[in-house]
């Protein structure tokens, strides 16, 4: 369970990190695509905020956080899946391990005990 809230606090953490440097490009002016870089900024923000909250309600016992942290587990592991295949880059590598490590880790009898209404 504290390796599942803590990943997804990790994760959340990693992408508002992301959206900084997003907004750095973008006032620097060594990003032109305005429109792009700020949905990508407020997508990751918003992710960000959701990861936060399941994480929390993890930690809580609630179930309602198992559903949007597998969801990001499976989106960002496609992500990192085709990252490598065009890339090769062991950043890839590392983001998918950890999808698949959290995303197994939900579906373990402890977390979903510890999430299920008594």
Avoid: I, Y
């Avoid at 997804?8 to 508002?16: R, T």
């Avoid at 792009?36 to 930690?59: C, E, N, T, Y």
């Avoid at 198992?66 to 899946?81: D, E, F, I, K, S």
Wanted: charged residues 10%; glycine residues 8%.
């Amino acid at each position: 369970m504290v390796v599942v809230a803590a990943a997804a606090v990790l994760e959340a953490v990693a992408l508002v990190a992301l959206t900084g440097w997003g907004v750095v490009q973008l006032v620097t002016g060594r990003q032109n695509a305005v429109g792009v870089v700020l949905f990508l900024v407020v997508f990751g923000l918003a992710v960000a905020a959701v990861l936060v909250g399941s994480a929390r309600a993890l930690w809580e016992g609630r179930r309602t956080g198992r559903a949007p942290v597998a969801t990001w587990q499976l989106l960002q592991g496609a992500t990192a899946l085709a990252v490598l295949q065009a890339t090769g880059s062991p950043v890839a590598w590392a983001v998918l391990v950890l999808s698949a490590v959290v995303f197994v880790l939900l579906l373990t009898r402890p977390v979903v005990a510890h999430t299920v209404p008594r």
